[in-house]
């Protein structure tokens, strides 16, 4: 099981920029150039409403997600990964979570996410922490490749 901390990214920690450092290199590693953030990643981050948390493995980051909430009713996973040396080990799901707990904090209604189809560990994921599949987006990540737009519904009391 996922040994690993889970630690908020703060802007103003000193060790940012070895941290966005990290986490671009993973970025770059498991996303299409054209699905990777590497090149704007610190506009990403500087976006008011948004968030990412990343575990760490000793040293090393073992995973990351990056999330925003545009408004107080909605909430996005906007990224998820995990270096392959760490996946099945329990990682993506404790990001996962985290991200859904932080989005929660916010009074979010709706999270909602994008996934490829073929990544059947990320639809496993996502469907056992209660994502459902809305409807699939044509050509989402490029002309040949879909998207299932997911969404996850909290109980409002």
Not at 75 to 97: M, S, W
């Amino acid at each position: 099981m996922a040994t690993g901390v889970i630690v908020e990214l703060q802007r103003n920690s000193p060790n940012w920029a070895k941290v966005v450092g990290d986490i671009v290199r993973i970025e770059k590693k498991i996303f299409p150039k054209h699905e990777s953030l590497a090149r704007s990643f610190d506009d990403e981050l500087k976006k008011k409403n948004s968030g990412l948390l990343y575990t760490q493995v000793g040293t090393d980051i073992a995973g990351y997600v990056m999330y925003y909430w545009p408004s107080s009713l909605c909430a996005c996973i906007t990224k998820l990964a995990v270096k392959e040396n760490y996946r099945g080990q329990g990682h993506g799901e404790k990001l996962l979570k985290a991200a859904v707990q932080k989005c929660r904090t916010r009074n979010a209604h709706r999270i909602s996410l994008h996934v490829d189809p073929t990544r059947t560990p990320a639809m496993q994921l996502y469907k056992k922490l209660g994502f459902q599949v809305d409807t699939l987006v044509e050509g989402y990540y490029s002309s040949d490749r879909n998207a299932y737009r997911m969404y996850l519904d909290f109980d409002m009391e």
